[in-house]
Structures are given as structure tokens and as C-alpha cells.
């Protein structure tokens, strides 16, 4: 058995200092080639040459108003009681835009012009060159109008025509190909048998790429086979600007990226200190650049953001894209461990006016983390983390317009949240709900500490039997709040297809042998087993699984789908989306809780709009197991 | 004669609403179709339907970690005295991202196990699902990944496959057609005689269309003909989900765009309160949305981004992108008249520590300020402008990194920065040098406000006949100043080719009938012809075209080539640039002046190093008229 393999932690900035230099030393091209494109093809690439104007634009003397051009000596002691009358050839009509005639230098607005017969009358002298655009105001021959490694928009190409450009010379795009290996990797769209994966790596990395500005090409997948995968790196390198060979960049025993590269070229880097994404390898084959990105999603995305990127930008000779960046309040405290450049993404809320980040679910598996993300928040190698309520730097994934303009939900999940957050935005584009799991009691905790508008909240009180209101009073207890009942549903154990284990209900979960997947602590279904296993006197432990927590219903249902577990807890829309048996054990209430002012925000009128549409309510009772008769009714 | 014509001032967002009703009730379609595209195509676009997970992923219980996969309940009681050693069947070495087998339920880390012999040894006991990712940690099935009306980023589609999907319903690009008008407009590459102008508008739009990721169309140049024009826009009306017509949307004599969009079909908005882009037209023909924009180039680039942008944003069903915001310190005072928004272009700088904001030129024909400006500032219809030094909100055009890592120049015009500014960018795509030209006088008030790193300066004081030190006592008296030439570079008069006139020199310019062009109050080349011209006893107003300000050198040359002037004072190089005659008058030296910490600021190291290079001298020294001997050398 091997030992712990040697990897190493080089910060990324050296690591990518590293990896041009060894590029450099291997003969890589600093540069694309320079192509010569005509104007309209050129938006979006990169000036190879600087743009100087041959043209003046506007190209004569012209008129900036609509009027009558006159030579301004003529008009000398015109005023309110001395007007002056020119005669036709002492003036003319022109239109804005119209070049000055003859040895006429100024132009009088229509508006400011009375005729006496043909001759115009003056009230006022006009001072040489008043409303005239001169040659050359937007843009004289000879001026500098673009360096070189300026990346071309709409309004630049449009000034290089009026400069007198009709092509540019430009770098051409880079083409980067994506080779992925691994044995367990499928082609998106087949079936994937038990151990096997999509890959869906290589279609993130090409659309990266992409959204780079460059050319992609995926190529077929490579088994884990080191001979196999050399040959057809090999064969790459002579093809593309870029190679990325995804997975296999770890030591482990099938990971044969950093031995490829050594043996075929140069291998300047393996191992970056960034978190996710440590096991990165760096170097060249040939004279081409090749990147090993490791097989978690998140560790790819970010390798491709922290290395490639820069290095296809530089190769435009452009700086990278750089992402828009704002001040967040953190919402809770961030560790993170010293050595490593943490890369952590964050859900953002606008709430009460603060900007509110809430880092998200931090696996380098959870690609969903990124697509869920607001932004990505860096905490550096030298850091221990952050205390809550730190200020931070975030770069930004959305607008922050839009940011603003979106609903924070936290608390309880349910799957008419999901459905409300994609009937909103299917009315209106610019309305978004934001909700993020964190368990019924969670979402109060974040009501409570100014991080979200709503908390979604189904909590039991075991001693009352009332739901969601006696917490509220203890988390928020002397607040203004207001709680709208979004929906009754039925709470029950799912199990498999027509339940082979004869699941009764819940006395039947200490049953030995039978495999119990719970919820997390703080969700309201957690408390509500936990209620249910205390009047039966049935011990947690006696549940074989009690340990086993998902955050979501339908991570429950998905366990129980795979058959790694027998039942678990949760509502009957999750078990039906899986196909899945349900023994009912309770019907209860699942509330909003608000601040009371917010129920006048502008921002959440959209939400109670919809809770009042009947399309939206049959929507919800056709999910199955939910009553919506109180939909949108204020309780408290 | 017509009277001033009837254009409303409709502030932009009720325009925006007005035109949205005026599109609905006229039968355009709220939404483009929807299309089913492959993963690999839908990258940018909007989903027209929510994404719902079909599968899990990881579709099971997965290792999370290199090492091997053992059930929990095995390893209790292991400790650092009391390991226990697990044969072969009760544990299987498993890599990252391979399925738990059989009822394994927990892995121990590569790094924590030893063997004896076949036997893994383990001083610890682990907990059920250590380092196991669960079914559905990153999606489960049944899950809401995405919501209708989300646009599609590279991680979006790659979580997407790994949710069970291969292609997924969007909405296809909308297609815009532009449709140019005007007699005097020709196709860009086609000579333009007198008083005719390029077709940049149609360019510019069609690009700006591409860039809001929809699919244009250039049509051919229509004339002014209000038939042609109407028969045009019928035709285009049905092939397309906007028609932008250009110009022609005022009130002119051959403005046309308002009267054939009124007869075809609705006409909702015939002029908007925004400057520049006053006469837009907004309205419907048929049952697709019209935009009628203005001619000037920056009237027409921000109509398209203040009305066209949104509207083809909505029928994508998606927000409009947004622009990242910053906020700057006003350099100096803006006045804006009320009753209409004013979106001003402005330069930014980081200066000192603060971004500082300067405006750029307003002319709504001056392109170039739109292409040289780092973001746009819109003073509301309800402000008469803003005092120096407040604190404002700018849109950004640039990364805000970039904009840190540019070198600000404000001062006199020189060929030699432009050439310096091109030659930064090529060596290294991160550094920029941004000049803005105001003159000698003007760069050093501007380095006393803070609004520069570097001012371009060559001053004479008469009294004394030294250059440009003089004024730094006197403009920033106490500081600390350094002070660097750039070069020596030749005055004269730029005359027509041949000096026709035989213009020998200062004497000759009260000469009657020749016309001078001068250049603006407060550039050192205007403080020499006041010199030379006050040794001589000759008055201003004897120079006929002393009143004719240019800002730059090129501009002067610009007005001799066209035949409008006869002569101005300038540099051999902008002479030479327009193949023109010069007759020298003096040699000047032309310095930098910054303060003298700036020396060691890394910013500017790249340029000093830049100065030391014998490439750019020699690169200097071609342009003609430039004595590089100096370069480079602190001469305070």
C-alpha cells in the first residue's frame, strides 16, 4: 500500500507564477496569433496592434443643431433692439450633422430664427464656432484610439469605423480541449451503472472556456490507463492553446495526470494551497500548457477560474475578466484552516439594508454550492477564519441589483418554496426567492439575527402540541413579527414501494435491523420524530440510523430510493417524487414568520400576489399531501 | 419654415412602461419561443421552464476520501491502546468518489490505517458516515435546481447533467434587425464625400444587440424617403423580435421615424428625459416592438442600453444584466439641467487611496467619451448637478481592479503618451495608462486636487523663459514634487502642404485673411503663442481664429487638412501625421510632473522602465520632431 503521497501546498499566486514561467521555458507561445478581422467580427476579441484613427471624425466642420449656418462676423452688434437681417447667400438651412458651407463658422438654432421674407432676422451676435462640432471633436487622424490588449466592445469597433478601420488585427480565440479520464466516467446522456459518474466536468470546463472567450473541444474519455491517456495528451497538445486533463490530478491509485506530464513534458506544479482544489497539477507538454484539474466539481470550476483563466487572458494579451466585488456582513462565524486559500461560496441577502452573507454547504463535491452562490468569498492561507459579523469581500456571481431584489428565505424546506421560487421569476424576471435549508428552528435563529426576509417554519411545541407560534415567542419573543400560514401537509415515513418491510409507524423504528435516515437537528421533522419517539418512550438510540442526518426531504426519500436505508421521515410530495411507499403519521402546519413590517415591503409583495393565485394553490395540491386552504392567511 | 416641433419628455421609466403597454396591446409576444437545446448549446441562455433533478448525485453513497470503507459499528471501541484490526471482508479499500459496498456505511483515511499482514489496523473508532458523501449531498432527485427565467452559466448546465438532464428547454436568442436611414449615410468602407457620413450607428447597435446575446441583423442604408423607409420597416417588422430604426427620430426636416412608426402602427413615446438621447422613438409596427434611435453615436449606444436592453431581456423572460457600481469622489463641479437624467461619462481613477471621478466631454457625437470613459454616472432629472468632491455612484464600464491598476495622466496632449500607453499594455496586459487631455495648466491643478498620479506639462513662464518649474511653485508650492522629462519636442505652425500662404512665421498671423486655429486657454501651446505673440506687440483679436479653440494637437492639424484654418501652432509629429507643412518656432522641453513618493509607487514602475528603453525612443524619435536625450531624467 502506498503512503501518503507527495503533494505539495504552493500558494496560487507562486503556482501560477510557476506555471508560465515552466510554459515559457517549454517554448509555449506568449501570445495567439494576430488575425486581421473585418469590424463586425471583431467584438469581444483583443486588439493586436495599437488602433490609431486615419480618419477624422466627424470628418468636416458640421453642424450640431438644426438652423441656419452664417458667418458669426456678420452678425457683430445684433441684439434684441438692433436685429439684423441676412440676406439668402449670407445664410443657409441646415440640418444637425450637415457640414458648414463655404466660410460660414457658426450656426443659429431654428428656434432663435424669424424670417422677414427671405432674409432671417437676428436678436443676438453669435460668437465664431457656437453649435459647430469640429473636425475632429469625436476623434482626429493620427490619435491613439485603442492600444494594443484592449478587449473590443460594441462602442469600440463602431468608434474604429468612424476613425476610418474597416478590419482590426486582433488575437485570434484560444482553443482549449478538455480530455477527461477516469474509468468510472460515463458520456452525458448514458446510463451510469452503481460506481459509475457523468462527466459532467467536461462540459463545465468547456462552457467555461466558452464564457472566456475562447473555443472548446471535448474529447472522448480516457480510461485510467497512464499509456492510453499520454497518447492521446500527446496527440492534444499539438491541437490547442490549453490542455485540461480532468481528474486523476491526486496521488491516488489511479491518478496518472502529474506522471503524464512529467514523463511527456514539464511538471511545474502538483498541488496548489486552495481549498477546494488542492491536488492541481501545472505544466507543459510539448509547447502547449497543460492543466490537471482534480474530479470534484467544485475543485474543477475554481481551477479553471484560478489558473486557467488568467493564463487563456494572458495569451490574448488581456487581463483576466475580473468579477464585480461588494462589503458583506458575514452571517455567522467561518473557520478555516491556516495554509490554504479557502474559497467558500456564499448566499447574499439584502435585508433591513445590510448586505448578509451566508456561506453555503462547503464540499468540494456540492457543485450545486456554486450554482446557488451569490458569491465566492476568499478567506486567505494566513487567516483562522472570520467571527460573525466580520465585514468581507465578496466577488460577486449576480448583480447586485439583483441581489437586492431577491426574496431570503431560510428556515424549514419544503417544496413549495421551490415551486414559488419558479412561479415568481416565470411572472416577472426580476423577482427572485432565495430559500437555503438550514431546519425550521435555523431559519427563526436567522430571522432573529437580521439574515433573512421569511423563515419557513414547522416546529412542534411537544408540551402545547402548538406548532411554530411558542417558538417564535421564545427565539423572537418582544419583536413585531408576523406569521403567514403558507400550507398544511402530511408528515409521514417513507418507504420503500409498496413498503416490503411492513413499516407500521413509528413504534416499528426500533425494530432491529430496520435502517433509519434522520433529518437534522433544529428541523422542524427532526423535533417532530423526536416528539413522537418520547411519548412512545422508544430511546433515539434504539433507532438504528438516528445518526445518519440528511437536510432535505428529499435527500431522505433519495436514501431510502437507493435502498440505503428502510424509511425516514418526511412528507408525501418527497415520496412520491421518488416512486416511493409513505405511512402517514402527522398533518401539520408550515408557517412563514416575518417581521410584521415586512408585510408592507414592496420587496415581498410578489409572494403574497401569488399565495392569493389559485393556479399557483392547484399547482401545490397536485405535489400531493398538502392542504392549502389557509394559503396566505395571517395567523399572527 | 416649421416651428419647434411637438418631442415630449417623457422621464426613461415611464418611456419604458408607456412602450411595454403600447408592445402588449399591439399583440407582441411577452416571450420569445421556447427551444429545446443539448447541454452543450444552452450555455447563456434563458430557461424557459423550471429544472427539476430526475436523478441524485452522487446518485449513491460515495467515499469521500482515499482509504477504506468499513461499517461503523465495527471500529467501536478502537483506541490508541485498544486498536482492532478488521480482516479482509469487513473492510475494502475504496478512492474518492468510489460507492460504499454491501453495508459499509463509514471510511477511514488512507493516511489513519496500517496493516498486519491482510489486517487493517484502526486506533480509532468512526462515526457512521465519516467521509462518505450521501445519495443527493450535492442534488436529489425531485429537487428544484434551476427556476424559469434563469440564464445559464457553465456550473448551471454542468449541475444540470449531473441532475439527470441532456438537454434542457430555453428560450431561443431574440433577433434584432437595424435598419439605417439618411441620405448622407454610407456603408463604413465606402469613400464618404463632403458631408457624408459612415454608417457607424448600425455597427455599433448590431454589436450591442450580440453583446446582450441576441442575433443581429444589418439591413441596407434606406434614404430619406418616408416610403421607403415605411416599406422597409413592414418588412422587417416580421422578420424579427425589435426593429431598431436609425436617426430620423427627431424633429427635423428628414426625420421620418416618428410619422412611418405612428402610420404603421403604434407610436407610444416620441422623445424621453435623458441626455444624450433625447428624440427616441419607442412604439410597435405590426406586432413587433420599434425603436427609433437617435443619430449621435452616444445617443444612440445608451437608447439601446436604457430601453432596448430590457425589453429584450423581458422577452428572454430574464432581468436585464446589470452593470457593478462604484462609488467615486467628483472631481470637479457637474452641471446638469433639470428635468432631464444626464448620464455623463466619466474617467475614474484610484488616486491615493480614493476613486475619483472626472467627466469626460458631453457631446452626445463624441464616441470616443463613451470608449475611453470607466463608467457612467447618471444625474437624475431632479438634480442641477453635483459640487466637486461628492460622493457619487458610477456604473461600471472597467473591473474596478483594472481601473486600481491604471496610471492617470490628466495634462497636455502628447503623441508620446499615446505611444507610451499602447507600448505599457503590450508588454504587460495589467498596466494602463489613461490620459486625459486639459492642458499644462489643467494637469496641475488636477495633481494638487488629487485627481492624477502624472501631469503632462510644458509651460513657459515668459518672465523668466524657464519651463514648467515656474508653475509647480507656484500651482503646488510646498509639496514635494518630482519632476520628469519626457522630451524635447519642435513647435510651429502646422500649414497646408507646401505653405501656400508662405506663412513664415509668428509675424505673419495678423496678416489679413489668414485664419488661425488656435488652441484652449490654459495648454502650454496657447501660453507660447501668447508669448510670442505679446514680444511681437501683436493684439488677439488681430489674429483672425484666435477665438477657435482645439484641445489638441492632432485637432489643429485636422482643421488645416480640411481646409478650414490656415494655420495653427503644434508639433512636427501631428504636422507629419497629416502630411502637412510646418514651420518651426521653437524647441520646448515636455515634462511629468507627480508628486515625489509617486517615484517609488510600483504602479508607475512600468513606465519609468518604459522611459530607460531604447525601443520606445527610438519608437519616439520616428514620430518626428522629438529629442529623447532626456528621457527619463529627474530634473526635480
Given at each position: 500500500?502506498?503512503?501518503?503521497?507527495?503533494?505539495?501546498?504552493?500558494?496560487?499566486?507562486?503556482?501560477?507564477?510557476?506555471?508560465?514561467e515552466a510554459c515559457?521555458?517549454?517554448?509555449?507561445?506568449?501570445?495567439?496569433?494576430?488575425?486581421?478581422?473585418?469590424?463586425?467580427?471583431?467584438?469581444?476579441?483583443?486588439?493586436?496592434?495599437?488602433?490609431?484613427?486615419?480618419?477624422?471624425?466627424?470628418?468636416?466642420?458640421?453642424?450640431?443643431?438644426?438652423?441656419?449656418?452664417?458667418r458669426a462676423g456678420d452678425t457683430l452688434g445684433a441684439g434684441e433692439t438692433t436685429p439684423i437681417l441676412l440676406d439668402p447667400g449670407s445664410y443657409e438651412v441646415v440640418d444637425t450633422g450637415d457640414p458648414l458651407p463655404g466660410d460660414m463658422d457658426a450656426v443659429v438654432m431654428r428656434e432663435h430664427v424669424h424670417y422677414e421674407g427671405d432674409a432671417a432676422e437676428l436678436?443676438?451676435?453669435?460668437?465664431p464656432y457656437q453649435h459647430v462640432r469640429s473636425i475632429g471633436e469625436d476623434v482626429s487622424a493620427a490619435?491613439?484610439?485603442?492600444?494594443?490588449?484592449?478587449?473590443?466592445?460594441?462602442?469600440?469597433?463602431?468608434?474604429?469605423?468612424?476613425?476610418?478601420?474597416t478590419d482590426l488585427v486582433v488575437r485570434r480565440r484560444p482553443v482549449v480541449w478538455v480530455l477527461p479520464t477516469g474509468d468510472e466516467v460515463r458520456p452525458i446522456g448514458e446510463h451510469t451503472g452503481p460506481g459509475e459518474i457523468l462527466d459532467t466536468n467536461s462540459l463545465m470546463l468547456c462552457a467555461q472556456a466558452e464564457e472566456a472567450g475562447c473555443e472548446a473541444v471535448q474529447m472522448p474519455i480516457e480510461p485510467d490507463d497512464p499509456?492510453?491517456?499520454?497518447?492521446?495528451?500527446?496527440?492534444?497538445?499539438?491541437?490547442?492553446?490549453?490542455?485540461?486533463?480532468?481528474?486523476?490530478?491526486?496521488?491516488?491509485?489511479?491518478?496518472?495526470?502529474?506522471?503524464?506530464?512529467?514523463?511527456?513534458?514539464?511538471?511545474?506544479?502538483?498541488?496548489?494551497?486552495?481549498?477546494?482544489?488542492?491536488?492541481?497539477?501545472?505544466?507543459?507538454?510539448?509547447?502547449?500548457?497543460?492543466?490537471?484539474?482534480?474530479?470534484?466539481?467544485?475543485?474543477?470550476?475554481?481551477?479553471?477560474?484560478?489558473?486557467?483563466?488568467?493564463?487563456?487572458a494572458g495569451l490574448e494579451g488581456s487581463g483576466a475578466r475580473e468579477r464585480p466585488r461588494a462589503r458583506a456582513r458575514l452571517a455567522r462565524k467561518l473557520a478555516s484552516s491556516m495554509g490554504m486559500d479557502d474559497w467558500v461560496r456564499v448566499r447574499l441577502g439584502r435585508v433591513g439594508g445590510a448586505l448578509v452573507a451566508t456561506p453555503l454547504p462547503r464540499g468540494a463535491g456540492v457543485l450545486t454550492s456554486l450554482v446557488r452562490a451569490?458569491?465566492?468569498?476568499?478567506?486567505?492561507?494566513?487567516?483562522?477564519?472570520?467571527?460573525?459579523?466580520?465585514?468581507?469581500?465578496?466577488?460577486?456571481?449576480?448583480?447586485?441589483?439583483?441581489?437586492?431584489?431577491?426574496?431570503?428565505?431560510?428556515?424549514?424546506?419544503?417544496?413549495?418554496?421551490?415551486?414559488?421560487?419558479?412561479?415568481l421569476r416565470a411572472t416577472d424576471p426580476d423577482v427572485t426567492l432565495a430559500s437555503s435549508n438550514v431546519g425550521s428552528l435555523g431559519g427563526l435563529v436567522a430571522l432573529r439575527d437580521g439574515l433573512c426576509h421569511v423563515a419557513g417554519s414547522h416546529l412542534l411545541d411537544p408540551s402545547s402540541g402548538a406548532y411554530t407560534l411558542p417558538y417564535v415567542e421564545r427565539v423572537l419573543g418582544g419583536r413585531d413579527v408576523a406569521v403567514v400560514r403558507l400550507v398544511h401537509r402530511d408528515q409521514g415515513l417513507i418507504v420503500a414501494p409498496g413498503n416490503p418491510l411492513d413499516v407500521g409507524g413509528i413504534d416499528d423504528l426500533a425494530q432491529p435491523g430496520l435502517r433509519y435516515v434522520n433529518r437534522q437537528r433544529g428541523a422542524g421533522t427532526r423535533v417532530l420524530l423526536d416528539h413522537e419517539l418520547a411519548r412512545r418512550e422508544i430511546a433515539a438510540d434504539a433507532v438504528s440510523g438516528y445518526a445518519r442526518e440528511?437536510?432535505?426531504?428529499?435527500?431522505?426519500a433519495?436514501?431510502?430510493?437507493?435502498?440505503?436505508?428502510?424509511?425516514?421521515?418526511?412528507?408525501?410530495?418527497?415520496?412520491?417524487?421518488?416512486?416511493?411507499?409513505?405511512?402517514?403519521?402527522?398533518?401539520?402546519?408550515?408557517?412563514?414568520?416575518?417581521?410584521?413590517?415586512?408585510?408592507?415591503?414592496?420587496?415581498?409583495?410578489?409572494?403574497?400576489?401569488?399565495?392569493?393565485?389559485?393556479?399557483?394553490?392547484?399547482?401545490?395540491e397536485g405535489l400531493g399531501g398538502y392542504g392549502t386552504d389557509e394559503m396566505g392567511r395571517r395567523i399572527l
Open positions: 500500500m502506498a503512503t501518503t503521497p507527495f503533494i505539495h501546498d504552493v500558494p496560487a499566486a507562486e503556482a501560477l507564477a510557476a506555471w508560465r515559457a521555458a517549454a517554448g509555449c507561445p506568449a501570445r495567439v496569433e494576430a488575425v486581421r478581422l473585418p469590424l463586425s467580427a471583431a467584438l469581444g476579441r483583443v486588439t493586436a496592434e495599437p488602433v490609431w484613427a486615419t480618419r477624422s471624425s466627424p470628418p468636416f466642420d458640421a453642424a450640431a443643431m438644426d438652423g441656419i449656418a452664417v436678436r443676438a451676435a453669435v460668437p490619435e491613439l484610439l485603442l492600444p494594443e490588449g484592449h478587449r473590443l466592445r460594441a462602442m469600440d469597433v463602431a468608434a474604429a469605423a468612424a476613425a476610418g478601420a499509456e492510453r491517456i499520454a497518447a492521446a495528451a500527446r496527440a492534444a497538445a499539438g491541437e490547442c492553446d490549453l490542455l485540461i486533463l480532468v481528474a486523476g490530478s491526486s496521488a491516488g491509485r489511479d491518478d496518472y495526470t502529474a506522471s503524464v506530464v512529467e514523463r511527456l513534458g514539464t511538471l511545474a506544479v502538483h498541488g496548489v494551497a486552495v481549498r477546494p482544489g488542492h491536488p492541481v497539477v501545472l505544466g507543459a507538454i510539448d509547447s502547449t500548457p497543460v492543466l490537471g484539474a482534480p474530479g470534484y466539481p467544485v475543485s474543477a470550476a475554481l481551477t479553471f477560474d484560478i489558473f486557467a483563466a488568467p493564463l487563456l451569490d458569491g465566492l468569498l476568499v478567506v486567505p492561507a494566513g487567516l483562522e477564519g472570520h467571527h460573525p459579523g466580520e465585514e468581507v469581500d465578496v466577488d460577486l456571481l449576480r448583480g447586485i441589483g439583483e441581489i437586492g431584489r431577491t426574496i431570503v428565505a431560510i428556515g424549514s424546506h419544503d417544496l413549495v418554496l421551490d415551486l414559488a421560487a419558479s412561479a440528511e437536510h432535505t426531504h428529499l435527500a431522505v433519495a436514501a431510502v430510493a437507493a435502498g440505503r436505508a428502510d424509511c425516514g421521515l418526511g412528507v408525501l410530495a418527497a415520496a412520491r417524487a421518488f416512486g416511493l411507499g409513505f405511512v402517514p403519521v402527522a398533518q401539520e402546519p408550515y408557517d412563514l414568520v416575518m417581521a410584521a413590517e415586512a408585510l408592507e415591503d414592496q420587496l415581498l409583495a410578489p409572494l403574497w400576489e401569488l399565495l392569493a393565485s389559485p393556479q399557483f394553490r392547484s399547482s401545490v
